[in-house]
């Protein structure tokens, strides 16, 4: 079992940056696919980016491509999840999840019942 961690959220200007980061305890994240969600208030939890065991391309939501990127430091078992060019929209609760499988398709990566753990979640307000 692997637990999750996540922290860096926080209040931000619209057209702003923050990092997110996601910390695993005794197992290492390496050996997980790392997933970010979020919940925007008052919605479902929605895709937000995905990061393969395996490596490979990261999978990333249409609504976040081009400003969201995501990276691991394996020397820190952390996977993070930068965020630029912030948006009103982007204003929801980021968890990441962790996975022991790996998908070929954004279509499995995205759906949350193919992870096995996921982080308390952390707030993301950005102001317009």
């Known amino acids: 079992q692997v637990q999750l961690v996540e922290s860096g959220g926080g209040l931000v200007q619209a057209g702003g940056s923050l990092r997110l980061s996601c910390a695993a305890s005794e197992r290492t994240l390496s050996m997980y696919t790392v997933g970010w969600f979020r919940q925007p208030p008052g919605k479902e939890r929605e895709f937000v980016a995905a990061?393969?065991?395996?490596?490979?391309?990261?999978y990333y939501a249409d609504a976040v491509k081009g400003r969201f990127t995501i990276s691991r430091d394996t020397t820190k078992n952390t996977v993070y999840l930068q965020m630029n060019s912030l948006k009103h929209e982007d204003t929801a609760v980021y968890s990441c999840a962790a996975s022991r499988y790996s998908y070929s398709s954004i279509y499995y990566h995205e759906r949350k019942e193919k992870y096995d753990y996921w982080g308390q979640g952390t707030q993301v307000t950005v102001s317009s």
């Open positions: 990061s393969s065991k395996n490596g490979g391309t990261p």
